[in-house]
């Protein structure tokens, strides 16, 4: 496990004009899903540091959240499952371009979900995390931001989706089929 610090990478393109770019392609997605009605596979991981650090203490566990620049709050990294894709070759896929982590050894099986959402049937297969190397680095244009946080000091705008996966994760709630 690595080093605790972001950073982001420089955007090319002026971030406001990427972010409304962005955001135009996630309603035109959301708009597709309306009147194709496709059926769709996502990945999240859980990237947990169990290393602690000088502010957390030993043995501190903490989760690495990202935000977007196309919609609010903190979520965990993760995206859509590619054509020929395993679902853990798509999540180690998604870590890496989204953060720039390696998912090391074999990530665990959390729960698969079902989310039927802005006409779409997403099916979303979580794993955990335990093994990665790298350090965490926001690409600037679709990820704004990476940072671990301890599990016990959220911040408070957390997607409410990635709050109640966190509250399964620690046992606190059962795992439900949907999203």
């Known amino acids: ?36 009605r496709p059926l769709t596979m996502g990945v999240r991981a859980i990237i947990i540091d169990e290393s602690g650090d000088e502010s957390g203490g030993a043995g501190a566990r903490r989760v690495l959240l990202i935000r977007h620049s196309y919609v609010g709050g903190w979520h965990f990294p993760g995206g859509g499952v590619g054509k020929g894709e395993t679902l853990v070759e798509a999540m180690r896929r ?7 982590l390696s998912v090391d050894s074999d990530p665990q099986p959390f729960a698969v979900y079902a989310r039927f959402r802005h006409g779409a049937s997403d099916h979303v297969a979580v794993f955990v995390a335990r093994e990665w190397s790298g350090t965490p680095v926001a690409d600037g244009v679709e990820i704004v931001e990476a940072r671990f946080f301890p599990l016990d000091q959220l911040p408070d705008d957390v997607s409410s989706a990635t709050r109640r996966r966190l509250a399964e994760f620690l046992g606190r709630e059962p795992v439900p089929e949907r999203w």
């Open 94 to 100: 998604e870590v890496r371009e989204e953060v720039g």
């Open 1 to 36: 496990m690595s080093a605790i610090a972001t950073t982001s990478r420089r955007p090319i393109v002026p971030l406001s004009l990427t972010s409304s770019a962005l955001r135009l392609a996630w309603h035109a997605r959301n708009l597709w899903h309306l009147v194709a």
